[in-house]
């Protein structure tokens, strides 16, 4: 089985810029979820997505927002990048019908706000 | 709130030797538990969980986890240590409250194995 996958896995943008990252799970998963970790915070969960509905929300503000597609790809946005916003962002796939179920992480988009 | 924390920032240990990677958490009710292990310029590898049963859990890589209730613990070990097992080392509780798929994560702990 493949494993999760995002593009890009670098990005470059400036201050005020947009962006948007895409992650595609593995076969199967219909849950999708996205973190950011910096040096400085750690790891901290953005939000979850379920069958194309956001379930989950992290404490981010509305500048993050996502998606996900029937096929269970999902894709984040972060709109007027801020430099903060330097950052590896992470998705996790997962069946997602138990609580119990572990995630499995994609390689990461490192963003850098310049 | 519920919370994990990974005491020590950097754990040393030789080539060979036991190790211990320890982790305790603070959260309401029985707690699903992780670990995870990241190596440079990667996402983050599932070791190991704790849901329910035996206290004593074994997962990939010869790494195993010990699941304490009274003391709210979760240390992870390994009986030898191998110079590959360098990396970032990161425990995760499900938080209850958020729903299914949102995970707490300590703030990681650098194992650095020495020939």
């Known amino acids: 089985k493949a494993g999760v996958t995002q593009t890009p896995r670098y990005l470059i943008k400036t201050r005020g810029q947009q962006v948007t990252l895409s992650c595609s799970p593995i076969s199967g998963h219909r849950s999708v979820s996205w973190y950011q970790q910096t040096p400085g915070q750690g790891l901290q969960f953005l939000f979850e997505y379920f069958s194309e509905t956001q379930r989950n929300k992290g404490n981010f503000p509305g500048r993050f927002s996502g998606r996900q597609f029937s096929n269970s790809r999902s894709e984040m946005n972060v709109s007027t990048l801020e430099l903060g916003d330097s950052a590896l962002y992470l998705c996790a796939s997962s069946p997602g019908t138990s609580g119990g179920d572990e995630q499995f992480f994609g390689p990461g988009t490192r963003l850098t706000v310049l | 709130a519920q919370s994990v924390a990974q005491p020590e920032d950097q754990v040393n240990v030789a080539e060979g030797n036991p190790l211990t990677v320890k982790c305790t958490y603070s959260?309401?009710?029985?707690?699903?538990l992780f670990w995870y292990v990241q190596y440079p310029n990667r996402g983050l590898q599932f070791l190991l969980k704790?849901?329910?049963?035996?206290?004593l859990v074994k997962g990939s890589y010869g790494f195993e986890a010990e699941f304490n209730k009274s003391q709210t613990s979760f240390h992870l070990k390994k009986p030898s240590a191998l110079v590959s097992d360098s990396a970032l080392y990161f425990c995760a509780v499900r938080d209850k409250t958020g729903g299914y798929n949102k995970l707490i994560f300590g703030a990681g702990t650098r194992l650095a194995v020495h020939p």
């Open positions: 704790y849901i329910t049963g035996d206290n």
């Open positions: 959260v309401s009710g029985n707690p699903y």
